[in-house]
């Protein structure tokens, strides 16, 4: 999916100024994270393997669940919102 | 950091129409992962914990390691680029 930038702000939208067809324009990533332990200069998890309860345990890698380091599948409304491919990282007992 | 939205696009930045003074301004994110195996629809990895080689392992959560899905330290200049606040996911063996 080509990348450009525009803004859609009130119904704004650069891209009715070009020739081209009018598309849903992605606009590049600039903070992935927008609500997580903002007050943290830098999030980091620990998982200490040993003491997992569950023989897979899905972890967070779109900064949108609720249950944050844990995935709770917000990555797919986020997904379908914006086009992405984001998905967890499962850590399996064996 | 409030954020509102505007585009940086050859030096024209919207924010000078307005009265405010001139500031870095964060685009809400809308995509978060740009180049990672685009072509799956849904990114998840898998980790038997039981395979780990190393006492500490860390996992990518920014979407801008070399290493994907393991880290390789690009949060630390996404973050300086973004003033975002991501971090990786740490396995430890105990």
Known sequence: MASTTSIIQGGFALSSFTARPRRMVVVRAEAINPDIKKDEPKVVDSVVV???????????????????PLCDGSHVKHNKATGDNVGPL????Q
Chains 1, 2 share one sequence.
């Open 50 to 68: 040993t003491e997992l309860s569950k023989p897979l345990t899905a972890y967070c890698r779109c900064w949108r669940s609720g249950t944050f």
């Open 90 to 93: 499962l850590l399996k007992k």
